[in-house]
C-alpha cells in the first residue's frame, strides 16, 4: 500500500492509506476532499489539486482533468497525464456531447463512441462529468482509462458527488 499525505494547513500532514476496494477509496476520498477544495483558493488552484488527487485515488486510469467552457468552446484545464487537446468542440466527443446534454456520460469502448477525440490511443474507456453551477455549465470532469469498462454506475455516483462538493465552493 501506498501512502498518500495531504495538507491539512499550518504545514500538518496526514497519511491516508489507499485501499484495494473502490467505494472505500471513493469514501476516502470524498472524507478528505475538503482539504484540497478551498474556497478561498482560485478555480485552477482548486481543479490542479483535484485533478492530482483523483489521480492518485482512481486505478487504472491514465488521464484525468477538466476542460473549461468559454461560452463557445471547451479549453484545456488543468489535469494529469499526457498532453491532451487543448479545445473541444460542444457536441463532439465524449466531453463535447456531455457538455452539450449537460449530464454524465459513461463509455465502455471509446472506439464504438461516435465522433470519439483520440488525444491518448491507449485510451479505452471514459467517464464525463459535467459542471454546473446554478445550471450554468463551467466546465466537465474527463477521465480516461487504458482498460475497456473500466467505468461504471459507482464511478458515475461517486464522482458527481466530487463535483457537486467543488460546486458548492465555487
Known sequence: ?????????DNMFVKIEKSENKIKNYETLLENLQYYLVPSDTLITNLSNL?????YFLDDIN?????LYDG???YLGPFQGLP????IKVGVGVCGKSALELETIVVEDVDSFPSHIACDSASKSEIVVPILKNNILIGVLD???PVLRRFD???KFFLEKVIEKLVDIL
Open 1 to 9: 500500500m501506498f501512502l498518500f499525505k495531504i495538507f491539512m494547513g
Open 51 to 55: 485533478s492530482a488527487y483523483l489521480n
Open 63 to 67: 488521464w484525468v482533468g477538466f476542460y
Open 72 to 74: 463557445e468552446k471547451l
Open 84 to 87: 491532451a487537446c487543448t479545445e
Open 143 to 145: 477521465i480516461d482509462s
Open 153 to 155: 454506475l459507482d464511478d
